[in-house]
T-cell receptor, first 116, second 112 residues
Framework: AQTVTQSQPEMSVQEAETVTLSCTYDTSESDYYLFWYKQPPSRQMILVIRQEAYKQQNATENRFSVNFQKAAKSFSLKISDSQLGDAAMYFCARAGSNFGNEKLTFGTGTRLTIIP | NAGVTQTPKFQVLKTGQSMTLQCAQDMNHNSMYWYRQDPGMGLRLIYYSASEGTTDKGEVPNGYNVSRLNKREFSLRLESAAPSQTSVYFC???????????FGDGTRLSIL
């Protein structure tokens, strides 16, 4: 089974500081997609950022950026200038690129607390 | 901007009762998915439908059935509910393979 591992069940950060959430994954494919989803207490699953494995450049979305290390199968999320609204569960996920193998596999999540 | 709509949002069942969770998307997506979310386990795929007319098992299909009624709708049925099926259920849809999945707001299901 191809797995996604988030080794930090909980993280906390001071408001306005920077925090990095870790994710590693297992795959035998050369091309695939990686995602970070945010789940606030409202329970919605909100896409934060995505990375295509064939692209070497790290994805960025405003205050959110990733450090994608393909050889190490590592995909960490950096949140800069943390805000109270960033408090949520964060899930790392991987999907294959071939038809029939595009299902998402999720990690177990990291609960992020923002300290005012 | 409805996106993915799930009904109901909450439901309590007794063991042995049956129930169908409904999901509809208005984004003309080909692929649709059902997940369950349990504490400490992330989301796990129950069933998916890569296109209208096809369905396939995911990681945890036992005790569930699905129907892809048309391109818009993908329902999940519990024929004889068990306490182990107490969970939060999410429906999702996706367009092109390189696009992310869009999720509904979830259904919290409790089975007594």
């Amino acid at each position: 089974a191809q797995t996604v591992t988030q080794s930090q069940p909980e993280m906390s950060v001071q408001e306005a500081e920077t925090v990095t959430l870790s994710c590693t994954y297992d795959t035998s494919e050369s091309d695939y997609y990686l995602f970070w989803y945010k789940q606030p207490p409202s329970r919605q699953m909100i896409l934060v950022i995505r990375q295509e494995a064939y692209k070497q450049q790290n994805a960025t979305e405003n205050r959110f950026s990733v450090n994608f290390q393909k050889a190490a199968k590592s995909f960490s999320l950096k949140i800069s200038d943390s805000q109270l609204g960033d408090a949520a569960m964060y899930f790392c996920a991987r999907a294959g690129s071939n038809f029939g193998n595009e299902k998402l596999t999720f990690g177990t999540g990291t609960r992020l607390t923002i300290i005012p | 901007n409805a996106g993915v709509t799930q009904t109901p949002k909450f439901q309590v069942l007794k063991t042995g009762q049956s129930m169908t969770l409904q999901c509809a998307q208005d984004m003309n997506h080909n692929s649709m998915y059902w997940y369950r979310q349990d504490p400490g386990m992330g989301l796990r795929l129950i069933y998916y439908s890569a296109s209208e007319g096809t369905t396939d098992k995911g990681e945890v299909p036992n005790g569930y059935n699905v129907s892809r009624l048309n391109k818009r709708e993908f329902s999940l049925r519990l024929e004889s509910a068990a306490p182990s099926q107490t969970s939060v259920y999410f429906c999702a849809s996706r367009g092109l393979p390189n696009q992310p999945q869009h999720f509904g707001d979830g259904t919290r299901l409790s089975i007594l």
